[in-house]
T-cell receptor, first 115, second 113 residues
Framework: GAGVSQSPSNKVTEKGKDVELRCDPI?????LYWYRQRLGQGLEFLIY????????KSGLPSDRFSAERTGESVSTLTIQRTQQEDSAVYLC?????????????FGEGSRLTVL | AQSVAQPEDQVNVAEGNPLTVKCTYS??????LFWYVQYPNRGLQFLLK??????LVKGSYGFEAEFNKSQTSFHLKKPSALVSDSALYFC???????????FGAGTTVTVRA
């Protein structure tokens, strides 16, 4: 597709379960970002990729969070042993390259609800 | 470290009146500045950016913003607001020597008919 695609759009899970969130960036975009948006709050940076390399993982909230990317394509954000405080919208964005002056293009997000 | 402050949680204006959404930033070096808009249940959409050059930048939907280095501000403006401009607006900053884009907490704009 022409835009950033995220799936699932909605996910309801029970506390303690693992979840995987998927992001398919715009074709040709080498940089990919994950952000978290809690209800009524701004965007919290989680991680970015240049290609399949993640130089900065400092934004991941805990070791329950991990992310990987296959080449310059799909990325998966995995949350293990989910907690209620993980409930949020997880936004993925892509751009032409890290360090470029271009804007980020965002997907519509994956809304995660942990019961 | 870099950060963005949007001092107003909400801005309410009447349709046809000027709209201003405030943003101040902090970076160690020179900034790249962005404004995004988020409509209900939608992803963020890019409005405009300041990279270099003219301090007044124009973007989508009639919005503009002015970069003020001395005041470290990048306020978003629209001369005549529309009801359809009602949305959540985010200011974002990136240091030119960094790759992380940091966002403010957002300002909810409500334009009443």
């Amino acid at each position: 597709g022409a835009g950033v695609s995220q799936s699932p759009s909605n996910k309801v899970t029970e506390k303690g379960k693992d979840v995987e969130l998927r992001c398919d960036p715009i074709s040709g975009h080498t940089a990919l970002y994950w952000y978290r948006q809690r209800l009524g709050q701004g965007l919290e940076f989680l991680i970015y990729f240049q290609g399949n390399s993640a130089p900065d993982k400092s934004g991941l909230p805990s070791d329950r969070f991990s992310a990987e990317r296959t080449g310059e394509s799909v990325s998966t954000l995995t949350i293990q042993r989910t907690q209620q405080e993980d409930s949020a919208v997880y936004l993925c964005a892509s751009s032409l390259a890290l360090g470029s002056t271009g804007e980020l293009f965002f997907g519509e997000g994956s809304r995660l609800t942990v019961l | 470290a870099q950060s963005v402050a949007q001092p107003e949680d909400q801005v309410n204006v009447a349709e046809g009146n000027p709209l201003t959404v405030k943003c101040t930033y902090s970076v160690s070096g020179n900034p790249y500045l962005f404004w995004y808009v988020q409509y209900p249940n939608r992803g963020l959409q890019f409005l405009l950016k300041y990279i270099t050059g003219d301090n007044l930048v124009k973007g989508s939907y009639g919005f503009e913003a002015e970069f003020n280095k001395s005041q470290t501000s990048f306020h978003l403006k629209k001369p005549s607001a529309l009801v359809s401009d009602s949305a959540l607006y985010f200011c974002a900053v990136r240091d030119r020597n960094d790759y992380k884009l940091s966002f403010g907490a957002g300002t909810t704009v409500t334009v009443r008919a």
